[in-house]
């Protein structure tokens, strides 16, 4: 969907906060948001999972293994924020910043694929922080298929309704 058919959409149209906020901008405090959210939930369910016996030892290996990563795209997407709302406007050129999320989805799929391999018993301890940590993982990979396929309306809708479907 281009940027302009975003706009008249009947769930978007009138809406002054989207209408008059450059494509880039916008879309950049969107997915920021969304990213920032998901990468940290991430860093403190990990945080928690590695203090914990009942999870197993390759399962809090695996998501310590991840830290460096999740905690290097939350200073770089945190930098970029600032960078847009200082007004930088090589941080508003949505197709370089598109480009940036394409290489963090690129970075991020193969993290993913390692899921399916660890063992995550049912106990509370895992419910509560191994599993949210995959499932913010698996919620970022969402986000950054709608930047890949400039999927707007889905991005739009998933932020306003409060889901995040994986």
Known sequence: MEWQDFLKHPDVKGLPDI????????????IAHDVL????MYKACAAHAAKLNSIPLATR???????AFIEAWIEHVTIRWKQLETGNQRSANWPVV??????????LTPIIGDVSGLALPENVETNTFAVP????LQRLSVICR?????????MWQSRRLGVGSV
């Open 19 to 30: 209408q008059q906020t450059p494509p880039g901008k916008y879309l950049y405090r969107k």
């Open 37 to 40: 959210e998901c990468l940290n």
């Open 61 to 67: 290996s695996w998501l310590a293994k991840n830290l």
């Open 98 to 107: 598109r480009g940036e999320l394409v290489k963090f989805a690129d970075e």
């Open 133 to 136: 940590a995959i499932k913010n």
């Open 146 to 154: 709608d930047v890949t396929n400039q999927d707007y309306l889905n």
